[in-house]
């Protein structure tokens, strides 16, 4: 059953970068069938998608973060990684990693998710 | 960007109702659509992707439908356990999703 975790700092500082890995576990980042990609909800609000990533390291990101984001993978350790720049309070967020389902070279749908991981950003 | 809007924002039900949420779309997505539900305090689940295939292992009282920029999701017969928030992706461009609709007991 595959599994994925989120890890990193509860608390960043403004215009500081905030970083998270997710690790993969019982089964491989390396399919050909799947993206992997970061979302984040807003305390009391809805999802955001971030951005998502294929195992060789081809990138796709959401236009509204693009300046800010760089995700990265590590096939070796079966992990993936997120780094969004120049953070303020609007940043603040569960920050999910999932799945990201690949078909006719396209990105469809999430799942499993990350139990997800809380970021605060303040000084 | 494609927007989702979801109807209603909140809806109040009981054990055992018929329960319809809608999610429209700015522009016409084909059947690129997925439902989710959202506990608190818990990660989305999958229910619904394709606009209308059931995900596996997921009760065969919720149903979605819909093609274009018009999708419901329906749940038969409210169960306790179906007291969430549900939310609409849409994978026609890149994924954005709906507003969510919180399901709260009458």
């Known amino acids: 059953q595959l599994q994925l975790q989120e890890s990193g700092p509860g608390l960043v500082k403004p215009s500081e970068t905030l970083s998270l890995t997710c690790t993969v576990s019982?089964?491989?980042?390396?399919?050909?069938?799947?993206?992997w990609g970061w979302i984040r909800q807003p305390p009391g609000k809805g999802l955001e998608w971030i951005g998502s990533i294929y195992y060789s390291g081809s990138t796709y990101y959401n236009p509204s973060l693009k300046s800010r984001v760089t995700i990265s993978v590590d096939t070796s350790k079966n992990q993936f990684s997120l780094k969004l720049s120049s953070v303020t309070a609007a940043d603040t967020a569960v920050y999910y990693c999932?799945?990201?389902?690949?078909?006719?070279?396209?990105?469809?749908?999430?799942?499993?998710w990350g139990q997800g991981t809380l970021v605060t950003v303040s000084s | 960007a494609i927007q989702l809007t979801q109807s209603p924002s909140s809806l109040s039900a009981s054990v055992g109702d018929r329960v319809t949420i809608t999610c429209r779309a700015s522009q016409g997505i084909s059947s690129a659509l997925a439902w989710y539900q959202q506990k608190p305090g818990k990660a989305p689940k999958l229910l619904i992707y394709?606009?209308?295939s059931l995900e596996s292992g997921v009760p065969s009282r919720f149903s979605g439908s819909g093609s274009g920029t018009d999708f419901t999701l329906t749940i038969s017969s409210l169960q306790p356990e179906d007291f969430a928030t549900y939310y609409c992706?849409?994978?026609?461009?890149?994924?954005?999703f709906g507003q969510g609709t919180r399901l709260e007991i009458k």
């Open positions: 999932a799945r990201h389902f690949r078909a006719a070279a396209a990105l469809n749908w999430f799942d499993p």
């Open positions: 992706q849409q994978f026609n461009s890149y994924p954005t």
């Open positions: 394709d606009a209308s």
């Open positions: 019982g089964g491989s980042i390396s399919s050909s069938s799947y993206y």
